[in-house]
Every structure is written in structure tokens, then in C-alpha cells.
């Protein structure tokens, strides 16, 4: 069974308000995009890796992360389009005989490998599925004028994450169709399935942590989980060397 993972790194970060784009930024002692490509790459469940980027950025995405940090399961490196939606669209036509996709945002730097295996366990039985976390704040419905049309129930309220794994040929005809129709609505993965592959999409558990950054406050925030995750590993490796 061929797995593949796409990794989203094309975005622009207007919120981020720097001149770096978001995925290029450094987070603790590593750029946020590498984080998600080591864990895809030491993931024994993942064949492949299709990272998309700006066009402008390719060459530089091949050396700064795929040479430099050996990520050798990287198998193509593709232009994204001026949307996500094109963007996944790109890396899913770069995807070669492949069973399941599993599509996350490259500024989604803690994912870790038991939540791709998760995932993975969960699109298995289900065909599609994503990452997601019970809501922690009550959410409001607006109207115009940000006036509250109603309150959901937050017991039935989920956040969702990426990454997002659907059968390859189940998302790949999904949004093809899509395509097809008015796009700019179509804000995740999921989406796309719901509307135009006929098939329903469960969630399996994310984490809180795995944040996406998106603004400066986020990449605080991120500041102290790369810590807490290199403190880790300095305090395993000094087992092991214990132990030895």
C-alpha cells in the first residue's frame, strides 16, 4: 500500500506581516516547514512525500530542506497555484500510483507520528477522513452586520486540523468536480469531499498542539512547544547514552 503526503508550503502569510513567508520562518532551532517534513519522513507508514511551493521557491525548498536536512522521501517538489484548492490540486496530479493521500499544511509544524498513524488507521476503514480537536470556546453563527443568528450546540463542535487522508482516486475526482464549479468557497480538504465526492468524512483525534501558524502570536506560542519538544529529545538522547 503507497502512501503519499502532500505538503502544503505555497501559502503567502499576510498575517504573519513579514517579509519571510510563514513556512520559512525560524521556529526554535529548525524553519517551521521542517518540522512537518521530518515527521512524514520518519513515519514508516509514508512511501512519499510531494512538497508544493511557490514556483519562485522550488529550487530553494530542494536545497534549504530537502538536501540539507536529507529528506529523501520527497519525490517531487511542484508549484502550488495562487489558492490552497489549486495548490492541493497540483501535488494530487504529482502523485504516482498512490492508495492514500494525506494533505497537511506545511505551517502545521507538530504534527508527530502517532497522529499520522492515527489518521492513517482511521481513512483505512473510512475512506476520508481529518484531524480535528473538540472546540474549547463557545461558537456564534453571524449575520449581517455581525449580528448572532444562533449558538451551536459546542459538544458537536469540531476544530479541524490537517492532516486530512483520503483514498487517492476518492479526493483526486472530488476536485476535479469541484474545479468545475465556483472554488472560492472551499476552505479544507474535507469540504471537497462532502460537496462533490459523495461520501461522508469522519474526524479522528488531532491535538491541541498542532497548531498553524498563522500570526506572530502563533509563532510565540510555537516558540515554547519546539522548546518543550527539543528539551525531550536532549533528555531521551542523554538516557540512551546512560544506559549505554
Not at 502544503?8 to 521556529?27: D, E, H, P, T, Y
Not at 502523485?95 to 499520522?116: M, N, Q, S, W
Request: net charge neutral.
Amino acid at each position: 500500500m503507497k502512501c503519499t503526503a502532500i505538503i502544503l508550503a505555497a501559502g503567502q502569510g499576510k498575517r504573519m506581516k513579514s517579509n519571510v513567508q510563514k513556512q520559512f520562518l525560524q521556529l526554535g532551532e529548525y524553519p517551521v516547514l521542517y518540522y512537518s517534513l521530518k515527521a512524514f519522513q520518519d513515519s514508516p507508514e509514508i512511501t512519499d512525500i510531494v512538497l508544493v511551493c511557490g514556483k519562485t521557491e522550488i529550487n530553494y525548498c530542494k536545497d534549504a530542506f530537502v538536501q540539507k536536512y536529507h529528506i529523501d522521501k520527497v519525490s517531487e517538489v511542484v508549484a502550488g497555484g495562487k489558492e490552497r484548492y489549486e495548490s492541493v490540486y497540483q501535488g494530487l496530479c504529482a502523485c504516482h500510483k498512490t492508495d492514500y493521500v494525506l494533505i497537511h499544511d506545511g505551517a502545521r509544524p507538530f504534527v508527530t507520528e502517532e497522529l499520522i498513524q492515527r489518521g492513517l488507521d482511521c481513512a483505512k476503514e473510512y475512506q476520508a477522513c481529518a484531524a480535528g480537536v473538540p472546540s474549547k470556546d463557545t461558537v456564534k453563527i453571524i449575520g449581517e452586520g455581525k449580528k448572532v443568528v444562533s449558538t451551536p450546540d459546542r459538544s458537536h463542535v469540531w476544530n479541524v486540523q490537517t492532516p486530512q487522508i483520503f483514498e487517492y482516486h476518492l479526493i483526486k475526482e472530488a476536485y476535479e468536480k469541484a474545479l468545475m464549479h465556483d472554488s472560492s468557497r472551499i476552505t479544507d480538504d474535507a469540504m471537497v469531499v462532502e460537496d462533490y465526492g459523495n461520501h461522508k468524512v469522519w474526524l479522528y483525534e488531532g491535538s491541541y498542539k498542532n497548531i498553524k501558524i498563522t500570526t506572530p502570536e502563533d509563532l510565540e506560542i510555537g516558540e515554547i512547544f519546539a522548546r518543550e519538544t527539543y528539551d525531550k529529545k536532549s533528555k531521551k538522547n542523554e538516557k540512551s547514552i546512560l544506559t549505554y
